[in-house]
């Protein structure tokens, strides 16, 4: 077997990153958000530049400036978006593209796709659109077309996300394969039972650091997740997280029964009581950013029922769920969170003006003192209050995000990934602020990848996996342990 | 075996056709309607030729333009470069004395000068498609004006033996009232028409360039994924839209003979609107060139019986704007039917709200 | 100081061309300056650009917003001020006298016909998501025909005191009558983004609609708002206009001073993509567009070729705007920032 290996130090998003891949070999690339692996790919497939390293292919040190050369060195890449295009047929999407020829031979291109499908057994027919296939069918004629174009090496990003069981199996049936005709897999994915399942060999990359390699068949998954999830050692031992007090337990904060959203979050229900943190575990694609979204109404609400302080209440839109003391810090901070052109000072008065309403604008002056005021009690690191919020650092335009929920009348703060992209020093401050503002008496959900930052900080876990909910720790039960078992398993050690 | 399977889904059309049968059938049916309703006119074969002969600038443009919003784009300055063109071939012969085969040539020049800049500030530098030629389609009146305000007449007498020149047809004709056998005539014009059809419906349907088109008014980063060069695909497109403004001028003056400041004022419009009519969906990515003339005969038709039917000329402008926004919303009804998906309103990507976040 | 010069850097761009069109005309002719005094009113350069912006003036207010907001702009803006002025000669002839008072109520009907016109639009674009440019595409296209019919397809003339001195001077006082109306306008305007979050709204929906929705606003409500306001301003303008002409001419009553609205928004310093805008950059930019005109016309450029020029200009602006050329200056700053450090 020869070896096809790359290994490459690299960019801030990758940091001394070794992979290696060889012939014939399905190899798993894991990683949560922001851990890497989309970078690595695109520095392998040329659409990123690397900063350090060294790529070899068959031994032969490569540099691609681009996806087509990539494609013509036989790397071939099948997004988790379909890269193909709708309105034309299955024949035109596996050849387009391909040659020079100035006149399309239809029958011979049809015919060359009719073998092409018969020999890889995919349920299509040359001649249909493509946009009558069904996704996985497509899913399989963007393989086919890579697989014609000779590549040796086969990138699959994400490709089981929107498949069925049986076209999951289909999928692994082409693989299979394209093995045994000695190409090397990619496979990036988050489903931990299709990685036992299919690969040989998987690479852990972590906030873009190389966490390791393995072979499939010796890492139990209770291992493989913590070391996805596990985290570095910090000097965090003076955090000690509030544990909700007993009378202050009764009739819960918020409540939520059979809540759904059309961001496919199926009815679960929730519940968050005075002075208490709540996080939610789980491996990517779980759904814990999609459940909180729809306790926020930040999509659209398609069922259940809420409650706040036991009454019924309506929240449809996020102003509903902003009226009532409910507080959302998103996940992309900067696609929903930072207004980009718009200074330190109106970012954090933002929300609190909306509360108050269209005729009633803050004077310069009133809006320089909340400013101020928060500027100074969160630490916030920025020239002016009047300086735009883009040139800020990530850590502190997060701080101005918190900012501007704890200027309004907060009940209920949902935090989700408030860490992630940011320096240690600014993430053990959210961690404590998280526990000093549930001391003060507000409800917080705490959503983090790391799972010690959220064992830290919250009295009550709610594990998730494939957007459900699979089970709920608490007190001694809460620890790292048996966390990564629940998510392995859907149930306690 | 797997592809026995998939035949049953052999006969299915692809939407490009499909569309191309409604705009046919609908055109069939309007003018079986016509000639019901005003048997006088529209039994006679003239008629029909005549449809042609005097609305060949209108159906050129709509070549250009189809193959234009099937790469997804659009270009509003062809009605205002045809004028141009008109005027300046109408200068050119009459007061610097050129010869017919100088002002084909500039017409073709001026035509892709335009279409060359439109395709450069739109496929390279990424700038949206309605405003640049928008300023285009002011360019081109403000050209227009300067170069000759008054209309002139081309008297040269090679350009009015040209401007003249029909092409009988002996065995087809129709009787007047003093019952006259007069044949049916073809001018230049409905013949250039014909050739620029096989031209451009071939260099879709065969071409690696035309099939590129489609892909990039399908999906233009997957296109661009697949190894396209999506800009120069575009860069094309528009170049290819300048030309056939600029024969539309050149057909223009043919057949009218004579430069003036009006001509083709709103053509855009119109043609846009045979161009959705004839089956090319506003988003690209689907259409049929064999679609534009229909469509914009369809347009002619339905004009027609709305000034037989006695409606005044400034309705007619809103009627056919009217009838336009109904056939776009038939038109994704229809598509989203066969796709069993939720009803939503094609809108193209130039159309649309661009940009970070949507509302 | 550096805090007054930081407030006003993005006037920099309105600013320095009209320096220069100052500088082009005294070339022509030192006299540019010179006031003079005509029947009790006050005329020369500088007073006829005041009182002939006086419509391009508060339509650039309304499409500073409209742009902002929707990331688009509304080229129906002439349509909508011939339909709504339409209205008013209709009401102010039918009702025989032109009293103060028919007057006005003219005036507030064609507001409301404006605001009619500005939801048409406003709907198209908030929820519908149509591009505004292309939303405002039926209006430019039908809109004048719908104002010749409501004329009677003629050309009513509207003769009578009142309107001449809304359209010229009210004896007594010295500066046009149009240009204290638009004063007027821009100090009511002033009044309205002071006591109202309108400018917070529509800097945060034009930025970042999502984050918007997040925070509470509703983004389709802002962007609605604001083809409302433009609506109005329309109406205002074609009111003006109309008072001016003494008729109605439906086909060329501010015919493409939707080109000049654009152009002064964005000579103003905004960016037409949308976010933050400056009212104040706008006005100066539409004083300048107006002074680049007849500085054009001064020079004795043909009013054809005008046009020429400005689609010239605008693509030119386009172009600089342009995310393509914005990277490539970017790149080339760094390239020397780093030269430099080396």
Same mark, same amino acid.
């Given at each position: ?493 | ?93 009459? &007061? ?52 000759? &305000? ?10 009015? $033996? ?56 399908? $999906? ?62 506003? $988003? ?18 339905? $004009? ?56 | ?60 207010? %309304? ?32 009702? %025989? ?108 929906? %034009? ?67 949308? %976010? ?67």
């Amino acid at each position: 077997m020869k070896d096809i290996s790359k290994s490459f130090p690299g960019v801030k998003a990758l940091d001394g990153v070794d992979f290696k891949l060889r012939e014939g070999e399905i190899h798993a690339l894991m990683g949560e958000n922001g851990a890497g692996k989309s970078t690595l790919i695109k520095v392998i497939t040329g659409v990123y530049e690397k900063d350090a390293g060294l790529i070899t292919l068959h031994g032969k040190p490569i540099h691609f400036r681009s996806p087509q050369e990539a494609q013509n060195n036989g790397i071939g890449t099948v997004y988790q978006e379909i890269m193909l295009c709708p309105n034309l047929t299955v024949a035109e999407n596996m050849f387009i593209g391909r040659s020079h020829a100035p006149i399309v031979n239809w029958k011979e291109m049809n015919e060359k796709a009719a073998r092409l499908l018969d020999s890889l057994g995919i349920p299509a027919s040359p001649i249909q659109e493509l946009s009558t296939c069904s996704i996985a069918v497509q899913q399989m004629i963007a393989i086919a077309r890579a697989v014609d174009m000779d590549c040796r090496i086969l990138i699959l990003d994400e490709p089981t996300s929107s498949l069925d069981e049986d076209e999951v199996q289909k999928l692994f049936e082409l693989m299979r394969a394209l093995k045994a005709q000695g190409v090397g897999i990619i496979f990036i994915t988050h489903f931990l039972e299709q990685v036992y399942e299919i690969s040989d060999r998987i690479t852990v990359l972590r906030n873009g650091k190389l966490i390791g390699e393995y072979k499939t068949s010796s890492l139990p998954q209770i291992e493989l997740i913590s070391k996805m999830l596990g985290s570095e050692l910090e000097d965090i031992s003076t955090i000690r997280k509030h544990e909700p007090v007993a009378s202050d337990a009764g009739i819960p904060v918020f409540e939520a029964v059979g809540l759904s959203s059309a961001a496919g979050v199926r009815p679960f229900d929730f519940t968050i009581h005075k002075g208490e943190v709540n996080g939610f575990a789980g491996l990517l694609g779980s759904g814990r950013s999609e459940s909180v979204r729809a306790i926020f109404a930040a999509d659209k609400v398609t069922g259940g029922e809420v409650r706040i302080h036991g009454k019924r209440v309506k929240i449809k839109t996020p102003l509903h769920a902003i009226k009532h003391g409910i507080g959302y810090l998103p996940e992309d901070r900067k696609g929903d969170g930072i207004i980009e052109d718009l200074s330190v000072r109106d970012n954090i008065i933002l929300t609190l003006q909306v509360l108050k309403g269209l005729f009633k604008p803050f004077s310069l002056k009133e809006a320089e003192k909340f400013a101020e005021e928060y500027i100074k009690k969160l630490n916030i690191k920025t020239p002016t209050s009047n300086t735009p919020i883009r040139s800020l650092s990530g850590g502190n335009q997060q701080k101005v995000i918190l900012a501007r929920w704890l200027l309004t009348n907060l009940e209920y703060l949902i935090l989700d990934e408030p860490t992630r992209g940011i320096d240690v020093g600014t993430k053990v401050e959210i961690q404590k602020l998280v526990i000093r503002l549930a001391s003060g008496g507000m409800s917080l959900t705490f959503i983090s990848s790391e799972i010690d930052e959220m064992l830290r900080t919250c009295s009550r876990l709610i594990v998730m996996k494939d957007r459900e909910i699979v089970g709920e720790l608490r007190g001694t039960d809460l620890t790292e342990n048996d966390v990564m078992h629940m998510i392995a398993q859907g149930g306690k050690s | 075996m797997a592809s026995e399977k998939a035949i049953k889904q052999k006969a299915r059309l692809s939407n490009s056709n499909l569309l191309f049968l409604i705009a046919s059938v609908i055109f069939v049916l309007m003018y079986l309607f016509a000639i019901i309703s005003y048997p006088g006119s529209f039994l006679q074969f003239q008629t029909f030729f005549d449809l042609f002969n005097l609305n060949a600038p209108l159906i050129i443009m709509t070549f250009g333009l189809c193959i234009v919003m099937i790469g997804g784009g659009i270009d509003i300055s062809i009605g205002s470069v045809c004028g141009l063109v008109t005027m300046a071939c109408a200068v050119y012969l009459e &007061k610097r004395s050129g010869s017919i085969a100088g002002a084909i040539f500039l017409s073709m020049g001026i035509g892709i000068v335009f279409g060359i800049l439109h395709g450069y500030l739109i496929a390279y530098l990424e700038i949206q498609p309605f405003i640049i030629t928008l300023s285009g389609l002011f360019l081109a009146q403000g050209l227009l004006t300067t170069l000759h &305000k008054d209309p002139l007449n081309v008297t040269m007498p090679a350009f009015v $033996n040209l401007r003249d020149f029909n092409i009988v047809i002996t065995w087809l004709g129709t009787r007047n009232r003093l019952g006259v056998f007069i044949p049916c005539q073809i001018k230049p014009g409905t013949i250039i028409v014909a050739v620029l059809l096989v031209i451009f419906a071939s260099l879709m349907k065969w071409s690696r360039f035309g099939r590129n088109v489609y892909a990039v008014g399908g $999906n233009s980063h997957s296109a661009m994924m697949l190894g396209i060069n999506v800009k120069r695909t575009k860069f094309i497109t528009y170049v290819i839209s300048g030309l056939t403004a600029g024969i539309a001028g050149f057909v223009y003056i043919m057949t009218t003979g004579a430069g003036n400041i009006g001509n083709a004022a709103g053509a855009e419009m119109k043609a846009i609107a045979s161009a959705i009519m004839g089956g090319t969906l506003l $988003n690209g990515g689907v259409g049929n060139l064999l679609g534009a003339p229909i469509g914009t005969l369809t347009l002619l038709v339905i $004009n027609e019986l709305i000034r037989a039917a006695g409606v005044q000329s400034n309705f007619q402008a809103i009627v056919s704007g009217l009838l336009l926004y109904l056939f776009i919303i038939l038109q994704s009804i229809i598509m989203s039917l066969r796709d069993r998906k939720r009803f939503t309103v094609a809108l193209p990507p130039w159309l649309r709200l661009s940009g970070k976040g949507q509302a | 100081m550096r805090k007054l010069m930081k407030n006003v850097s993005h006037l920099v761009l309105p600013i320095s061309v009209m320096v220069l069109l100052i500088i082009i005309n005294l070339v022509k002719g030192a006299d540019y300056f010179t006031i003079t005094m005509i029947n009790g009113a006050l005329y020369g350069n500088i007073p006829n650009i005041l009182f002939g912006a006086s419509e391009l003036v508060i339509l650039s207010i %309304g499409m500073t917003l409209v742009t902002a907001a929707s990331r688009g702009q509304d080229i129906s803006i002439g349509e909508s001020a011939t339909i709504s002025s339409a209205v008013f000669v209709w009401f102010v002839l039918r009702s %025989g006298e032109a009293t103060p008072v028919t007057i006005i109520v003219g005036f507030l009907l064609s507001c409301v016909v404006g605001l009619g016109l500005g939801a048409f639009n406003g709907i198209l674009v908030s929820i519908f998501k149509v591009q505004p440019m292309v939303a405002s595409l039926i209006l430019f296209t039908g809109g004048r025909s719908i104002a010749f019919m409501i004329d009677g397809k003629l050309s009513p003339i509207l003769a009578n005191d009142i309107s001449n001195r809304i359209g010229t001077v009210i004896p007594g006082i010295p500066i046009q009558t149009p240009v204290i109306l638009t004063v007027v306008f821009i100090a009511l305007f002033a009044v309205l983004l002071k006591t109202t979050t309108l400018r917070l709204y529509v800097e945060t929906v %034009g930025i970042n609609p999502n984050a918007a929705r997040l925070n509470g606003i509703n983004p389709k409500k802002v962007i609605f708002l604001t083809f409302l306001i433009m609506g109005f301003c329309s109406a205002v303008a074609g009111f003006i206009a109309v008072n001016k002409a003494g008729r109605h001419d439906s086909v060329n009553l501010l015919k493409n001073i939707m080109m000049d609205a654009i152009l002064a928004v964005a000579i103003g310093g905004n960016s037409l993509g949308g %976010g933050t805008f400056s009212i104040t950059g706008s006005i100066i930019g539409a004083y300048t567009i107006e002074m680049l005109n007849r500085t054009l016309l001064r020079l004795e450029i043909e009013p054809a070729m005008i046009k020429v020029f400005k689609a010239i200009f605008i693509v030119i602006l386009m172009v600089v705007a342009s995310p393509v050329v914005r990277d490539f200056i970017k790149k080339v700053l760094d390239r020397n920032r780093t030269r430099k450090e080396e």
